[in-house]
Every structure is written in structure tokens, then in C-alpha cells.
Nanobody, 113 residues
Framework: VQLVQSGGGLVTAGGSLRLSCVVS????????ISWYRQAPGLAREMVAD???????YYPYSVKGRFTISRDNAKNTVYLQMDSLKPEDTAVYYC????????WGQGTQVTVSS
């Protein structure tokens, strides 16, 4: 199982970015998958989750600004991030929940004020 992330980078506050997570070796449609982030000195936190049935969940900090989606044909999960704030700056990871969690390699998102 391999999760390969792309996207991220530097954006000014109010801007948008889209992260991608291409999964191989396991079917994304058969597993819950989430996006997490970790800022320096802080614990990793979940920012978006999509279940096998397609239900989504977001914490209050990103609700209405972040959108998780899944393309089963491409075995890929996306995180669309809009109205970005400086406090969204972190390394972002995708994580697939199977009998264990499989992680992407992480990608830096930096939001300047």
C-alpha cells in the first residue's frame, strides 16, 4: 500500500490550494480516508474525513472552508482548501484506515498573512 501526495505550497491568506493523495495497493472506495495536519510543536489533528459510504466530517476549525472528495476511478482522494488562514500552516498528511493507518509522505502548506 502506498499513498503519494501532491499539491501544497505557499499561498497568501484567503487563497486556495488543492491536495491530492493517489493510493495504490488498496481500494480507496472500501476504506475510510482522512486528511490530517501537524503544525510545529503541536499534535497531529484530523481536518477532514470521508467514510466508505461517502459521508464527510470536518472539525469546526475548517468546516465550510475545506472539502474532502474521492475519485474511485483514479483511486485518489482530494482536499480542497479555500479561504486559507495563516493558522492553516502545517504539514498535511493523508491517512487511509484499514487494519492499520497508512500514511502519505506529507506536504507543506504555508499561508502568509
Amino acid at each position: 500500500v502506498q499513498l503519494v501526495q501532491s499539491g501544497g505550497g505557499l499561498v497568501t491568506a484567503g487563497g486556495s490550494l488543492r491536495l491530492s493523495c493517489v493510493v495504490s495497493g488498496i481500494d480507496v472506495s472500501a476504506n475510510a480516508i482522512s486528511w490530517y495536519r501537524q503544525a510545529p510543536g503541536l499534535a497531529r489533528e484530523m481536518v477532514a474525513d470521508i467514510t466508505v459510504g461517502g459521508s464527510t466530517y470536518y472539525p469546526y476549525s475548517v468546516k465550510g472552508r475545506f472539502t474532502i472528495s474521492r475519485d474511485n476511478a483514479k483511486n485518489t482522494v482530494y482536499l480542497q482548501m479555500d479561504s486559507l488562514k495563516p493558522e492553516d500552516t502545517a504539514v498535511y498528511y493523508c491517512g487511509l484506515q484499514s487494519w492499520r493507518i497508512y500514511w502519505g509522505q506529507g506536504t507543506q502548506v504555508t499561508v502568509s498573512s
